[in-house]
């Protein structure tokens, strides 16, 4: 049974810093690439950061410089720091595994990220 479960969402003020992590089981975790998505109330889901199974990593533009995406394959896990908040960062944020090219996708239940003051 494949689980992916976020951590580390919360409420945090303009300019601060939250990091989340997903913890993976029930894959092969090294395997898949590991993407972050978010999807603000009222408006689609929509990618944020990956990182591939080879390490490589590719950011939306609105969080290029802000945002670092990493993973340990040893542990299952994969991390989001995210610096520099705005209020238009407030979504909720949703882990993915997806073993391209196969039509193997996984997605956790989200965890809720608010910017505000």
């Known amino acids: 049974q494949v689980q992916l479960v976020e951590s580390g969402g919360g409420l945090v003020q303009p300019g601060g810093s939250l990091r989340l992590s997903c913890a993976a089981s029930?894959?092969?975790?090294?395997?898949?690439?590991m993407n972050w998505y978010r999807q603000a109330p009222g408006k689609q889901r929509e990618f944020v950061a990956v990182i591939t199974s080879g390490g490589s990593t590719n950011y939306a533009d609105s969080v290029k410089g802000r945002f670092t995406i990493s993973r340990d394959n040893s542990e299952n896990t994969v991390d989001l720091q995210m610096n520099s908040l705005k209020p238009e960062d407030t979504a909720v944020y949703y882990c993915?595994?997806?073993?391209?090219?196969?039509?193997?996708?996984?997605w956790g239940q989200g965890t809720q990220v608010t910017v505000s003051s």
């Open positions: 029930g894959i092969i975790f090294s395997a898949y690439d």
């Open positions: 993915n595994a997806d073993l391209r090219p196969t039509p193997f996708k996984y």
